[in-house]
């Protein structure tokens, strides 16, 4: 064979081997991957699962077959109640193959919108799903017809009935699996961050790397927001309102967009406006922020109940009364706001996916939405 060609061969095979997927489609599909499903139920209708919707999102290894799962973090309390049988559901539950058609789903009353739980699959003793899978439930989306008011719920109708039983929907897009993530609460909404291209993470000798409890600076959280509302970087210094001086020309460019798109304003010193790019981001000033980007048409009226209410500034409380009725952030365990607490990225990426979900949902059909969290945010 002609030297050349071979050559030729030689490279072409080498840079084969050397492509990666960008957002890693293939690689989450390893055959131990469970897939994720999303199931529908009417407004204030329990809806109950079947052995079958968990078995045929199984990848199983050969000769072998579902043994139990495990629950991996559960819906939003604001949401519903996964149950197995009458008691609730608790994390890290594991639940025999058998023991499925006992799991069931009570929403809460009146609510519309989704809840997320996620899982894990055992094969046997040993083999077992690297990366948890999610459940949707869309709970009265496309079973009720959508009002002209986002803010006002449909009647439910008293005679609502589950609908049939029939094989789950599996969503079209896969999380991006993370390396540093796979056991992580936060894992599900930074791998669909991730699979979405709005934000995705380092990648190394073949893997992706998120590294969740990275506390984030400004700047850090400023280039993120921006990502997630479309907003582009400025190609020139020109219009710099900051005084801060020895910052990057790539941070200033994303800085000066964010506040040219009215997502920060800055920090004004002395009669001067300060980026303070290197500060570490709270919980209300990420709060704000994204507030500012959403610009809701309908603000919030009730006033926060968190046992904390009274530490956050009067700037960030409208803010915060937005995006806990938006369902986009609902405080800690101990109904605390943790108004100074820093943010880390697995937190930050866990609100924006709330935020991705509502633009991409309740602005463009106009239907009761409200996202859903889990974890800390």
Same mark, same amino acid.
């Given at each position: 064979m002609n030297k050349k060609i071979i050559a030729a061969v030689v490279v072409l095979t080498v840079a084969l081997s050397c492509l990666?997927?960008?957002?890693?489609?293939?690689?989450?599909?390893?055959?131990?991957? #469970?897939?994720?499903f999303i199931k529908e139920t009417p407004v204030n209708?329990?809806?109950?699962?079947?052995?079958?919707?968990?078995?045929?999102?199984?990848?199983?290894?050969?000769?072998?077959?579902?043994?139990?799962?495990?629950?991996?973090?559960?819906?939003?309390?604001e949401a519903g109640t996964l149950r197995l049988g009458t008691e609730p559901a608790t994390l890290n539950t594991a639940i025999a193959?058998?023991?499925?058609?006992?799991?069931?789903?009570?929403?809460?009353?009146?609510?519309?919108?989704?809840?997320i739980f996620t899982w894990n699959a055992?094969?046997?003793?040993d083999a077992v799903s690297p990366y948890p899978s999610a459940v949707t439930i869309k709970i009265g989306l496309g079973n009720a017809e959508s009002p002209e008011d986002p803010e006002t719920p449909p009647s439910p109708s008293p005679t609502a009935?589950?609908?049939?039983?029939?094989?789950?929907?599996?969503?079209?897009?896969?999380?991006?699996?993370?390396?540093?993530?796979?056991?992580?609460?936060?894992?599900?909404?930074?791998?669909?961050?991730?699979?979405?291209?709005?934000?995705?993470?380092?990648?190394?000798?073949?893997?992706?790397?998120?590294?969740?409890e990275k506390v984030l600076t400004r700047i850090d959280f400023i280039?993120?927001?921006?990502?997630?509302?479309?907003?582009k970087t400025k190609d020139s210094l020109a219009g710099n309102p900051f005084a801060d001086t020895g910052i990057p020309s790539y941070m200033l460019r994303q800085a000066i967009a964010a506040y040219e798109n009215g997502l920060i304003s800055g920090k004004a010193e002395n009669g001067q406006l300060y980026l303070r790019p290197y500060d570490t981001l709270t919980r209300a000033e990420a709060i704000?922020?994204?507030?500012?980007g959403l610009k809701l048409e309908h603000p919030a009226t009730e006033d926060l109940s968190f046992n904390d209410t009274a530490s956050i500034p009067l700037w960030a409380i409208q803010a915060i009364k937005n995006m806990e009725a938006y369902g986009i952030v609902k405080g800690f365990e101990d109904n605390t706001?943790?108004?100074?607490?820093?943010?880390?990225? #697995?937190? #930050?990426a866990e609100l924006l996916y709330q935020v991705f979900k509502y633009q991409n949902h309740a602005r463009k059909t106009k239907s009761v939405f409200n996202t859903v969290s889990y974890g800390e945010t």
């Amino acid at each position: 064979m002609n030297k050349k060609i071979i050559a030729a061969v030689v490279v072409l095979t080498v840079a084969l081997s050397c492509l990666v997927p960008v957002f890693g489609a293939e690689r989450v599909n390893d055959p131990l991957v #469970a897939n994720d499903f999303i199931k529908e139920t009417p407004v204030n209708t329990t809806l109950n699962f079947t052995v079958r919707d968990f078995t045929e999102s199984v990848n199983p290894p050969s000769g072998g077959s579902l043994s139990h799962i495990t629950l991996a973090q559960l819906p939003n309390r604001e949401a519903g109640t996964l149950r197995l049988g009458t008691e609730p559901a608790t994390l890290n539950t594991a639940i025999a193959t058998d023991k499925l058609d006992q799991l069931n789903f009570v929403p809460a009353k009146d609510y519309q919108g989704e809840a997320i739980f996620t899982w894990n699959a055992h094969y046997g003793t040993d083999a077992v799903s690297p990366y948890p899978s999610a459940v949707t439930i869309k709970i009265g989306l496309g079973n009720a017809e959508s009002p002209e008011d986002p803010e006002t719920p449909p009647s439910p109708s008293p005679t609502a009935t589950a609908p049939p039983t029939q094989k789950p929907e599996v969503p079209t897009q896969k999380p991006l699996q993370y390396e540093d993530m796979l056991e992580h609460w936060g894992a599900y909404s930074a791998g669909m961050l991730g699979a979405e291209g709005i934000i995705v993470g380092e990648e190394i000798g073949g893997h992706f790397y998120f590294y969740p409890e990275k506390v984030l600076t400004r700047i850090d959280f400023i280039i993120l927001v921006n990502s997630i509302f479309g907003v582009k970087t400025k190609d020139s210094l020109a219009g710099n309102p900051f005084a801060d001086t020895g910052i990057p020309s790539y941070m200033l460019r994303q800085a000066i967009a964010a506040y040219e798109n009215g997502l920060i304003s800055g920090k004004a010193e002395n009669g001067q406006l300060y980026l303070r790019p290197y500060d570490t981001l709270t919980r209300a000033e990420a709060i704000k922020i994204l507030d500012n980007g959403l610009k809701l048409e309908h603000p919030a009226t009730e006033d926060l109940s968190f046992n904390d209410t009274a530490s956050i500034p009067l700037w960030a409380i409208q803010a915060i009364k937005n995006m806990e009725a938006y369902g986009i952030v609902k405080g800690f365990e101990d109904n605390t706001f943790r108004t100074y607490s820093n943010i880390s990225k #697995a937190q #930050a990426a866990e609100l924006l996916y709330q935020v991705f979900k509502y633009q991409n949902h309740a602005r463009k059909t106009k239907s009761v939405f409200n996202t859903v969290s889990y974890g800390e945010t």
